[in-house]
């Protein structure tokens, strides 16, 4: 469930970086593509993993890539490239990916 979330969340991150000027290809639509592949790929990097810690530290990069595609986000919707309401929505995508990682981590029996 945590790698849907994030998928979805990434797939939303796609349809909006299209919308951005051409002069952030190398800068912010690079960037917050790259994070947001970043969060599914480490879920999934980290369910194959053999122990519990070595999957959790992956399940955190997770975490921080997910972080930093807020920040994105916010700094995309002050600069005026998405809506109020499509940061809204990227924000509930992300805040439900957040929520369902961290239960996965929780059920692991650590915090990371």
């Known amino acids: 469930m945590a790698w849907k979330k994030s998928y979805e969340l990434v797939l939303e991150v796609y ?13 912010l639509t690079s960037q917050s593509r790259r994070c947001g592949v970043s969060i599914p790929s480490n ?28 920040y994105q986000m916010i700094l995309a919707r002050d600069l005026g ?13 992300a805040e439900e990916a957040s929520k369902v990682l961290n239960g996965w981590i929780k059920s692991q029996g650590k915090v990371a």
Request: charged share 30%.
């Open 15 to 27: 349809k909006l970086t299209e919308k951005y000027p051409k002069q952030e290809i190398f800068g």
């Open 43 to 70: 879920i999934a990097e980290g369910f194959r993993r053999r122990t519990v810690n070595d999957s959790l530290h992956f399940y955190n990069i997770s975490q921080g890539s997910l972080e930093e595609l807020r």
């Open 81 to 93: 490239y998405i809506t109020k309401g499509e940061y809204e929505k990227i924000s509930l995508l």
